[in-house]
């Protein structure tokens, strides 16, 4: 029996529900992400501008996905949406080398303090599956750490603790170590103990975008651990670069890794990715003149759209515009100013939780009453469970949408949301609230 939540759902909705029983025939549960799947159907979008996205029925919703982190400059922003039709109009594909590909690497040099040198992908999957390559190849060792929940794509190494694992040989499972984040001295006796690791790699503001914080002098710690063992320490900045800061979240704490990884606002809205870090591993993929190099250590990478000219435009174009413009600034402002007027509504409501995060990455945490700075909110494992129920966050998600807001419980900035969106947000999330309490499951 649906929900009052989900009736009015359905009832606001029917070209999306028309199209989701076309879709569920064609794809597995109707959608093409696993973080789209949404019971009882994903909406359906015609288009969008800034801020804003339209659905197949004419609603309007504030857009707090961003295009999965993507977006910080908002959909369709005129000055990439003109470099990328004059990129079009000049070739997609030169199979060649370009003055873009040139450019594009300058900016992420001059913007990401680790990149001495720079290796262009499609996605963070491939940025993250070539970093651990690279790191292994450079140490000649073959054991990888990954913390808990950190997400690095959907590689068979990186899925070491996801669920989903089917398909995955058990080999290649049996090279990651999951460790639990923010204990350096486990780090440290697992290093000493074992001496095949070749990296630790890490989302640095912490695993679900920041959801599961890491503490900042755990980066440190890190580092220096990582140096006295020789192992190579490797940041996915997937999400955080160009994000945090400008300089991602390496600039912002001020810890430098080996080699780092980007995707989402490199690309400006357009699929890419990258591997950047020391010239002395990411040279791993020159040919040298040493046959058994060649052979045996070095890195073969292709990849039909690496650098490809239309991501390349749409990306230089970001990457400039945030270089010009204050716009990580701006996110964060919006940022706080959010946080401040959806916690608002929470103690008048006087429901507990609390709705926290770094700068533009904002998560809300509903079922526990507990201390926190509105940054770095640390749960402990039990709070952390209330805060993830998935009943009550599924009808949050469906009730929000109902008032025109795509968030779910996670909020991604961009530096185009205005006060009148975080106004109308903090007026949807108090009506959402209020109809999720309504079927008793707050
Ligand atoms: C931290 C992190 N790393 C890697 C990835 C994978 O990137 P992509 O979806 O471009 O393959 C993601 C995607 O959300 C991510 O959040």
Redesign the pocket.
């Known amino acids: 029996m649906a929900t009052l939540i989900e009736q009015k759902y359905i009832a606001a909705h029917p070209g999306s529900a028309q199209r989701h029983e076309k879709a569920k025939h064609m794809f597995p549960n109707g959608v093409t992400h696993d973080a789209r799947r949404q019971n009882p159907f994903q909406l359906y979008y015609t288009h969008a501008m800034g801020p804003h996205k339209y659905d197949v029925d004419g609603n309007e919703v504030i857009d707090f996905w961003s295009g999965?982190?993507s977006l910080i400059l908002g959909h369709s922003h005129p000055e990439i949406v003109t470099a990328v039709q004059q990129q079009m109009a000049k070739g997609t594909h030169l199979s060649g080398s370009t003055d873009l590909e040139i450019r594009w690497g300058e900016l992420v040099r001059e913007m990401i303090p680790s990149a001495e040198k720079v290796r262009f992908h499609s996605?963070?999957?491939?940025?993250?599956m070539m970093a651990i390559r690279m790191a292994r190849a450079y140490t000649e060792k073959s054991k990888i750490i990954k913390f808990e929940d950190?997400?690095?794509?959907?590689s068979d190494y990186l899925s070491a603790d996801a669920d989903g694992i089917g398909g995955i040989p058990k080999e290649a499972l049996e090279t990651v170590i999951v460790l639990p984040p923010n204990d350096i001295s486990l780090i440290e006796q697992t290093l000493q103990d074992n001496d095949d690791i070749a990296a630790i790699i890490l989302?640095p503001t912490g695993a679900h975008?920041g959801l599961e914080p890491i503490l900042p002098a755990f980066l440190e710690e890190l580092r220096e651990v990582t140096t006295k063992f020789g192992v190579v320490l490797i940041f996915?900045e997937?999400?955080t670069g160009f994000r945090i800061s400008d300089g991602g979240a390496q600039s912002y704490y001020g810890v430098t890794p080996d080699l780092t990884?980007l995707?989402?606002i490199l690309g400006g809205g357009l699929?890419g990715?990258a591997v950047c870090g020391k010239a002395e591993i990411i040279n791993m993929i020159e040919p040298r003149d040493d046959a058994d190099f060649n052979k045996n250590r070095r890195i073969a990478h292709n990849g039909t759209f690496n650098a490809n000219p239309l991501s390349a435009s749409s990306g230089i174009k970001a990457l400039e515009i945030l270089k010009r413009d204050p716009i990580n600034e701006k996110a964060i402002r919006m940022g706080n100013l959010l946080k401040r007027s959806l916690n608002e509504v929470l103690s008048k409501q006087e429901i507990p939780g609390c709705v926290s995060g770094v700068n533009s990455l904002i998560h809300i945490r509903l079922g526990t009453d507990h201390d926190c700075d509105h940054e770095i909110c640390m749960l402990s494992k039990e709070d952390m469970g209330k805060t993830t129920n998935s009943i009550r966050n599924a009808q949050l998600n469906l009730a929000l949408l109902n008032n025109g807001v795509h968030s779910g419980t996670r909020f991604i900035m961009s530096a185009f949301h205005t006060e009148r969106d975080i106004a109308k947000t903090a007026e949807a999330f108090g009506n959402a609230l209020t109809d999720v309490r309504a079927e008793g499951l707050i």
């Open positions: 999965h982190g996605s963070g999957t491939e940025a993250d950190h997400f690095h794509g959907w989302e975008m996915d997937v999400v990884t995707a989402k699929p990715g």
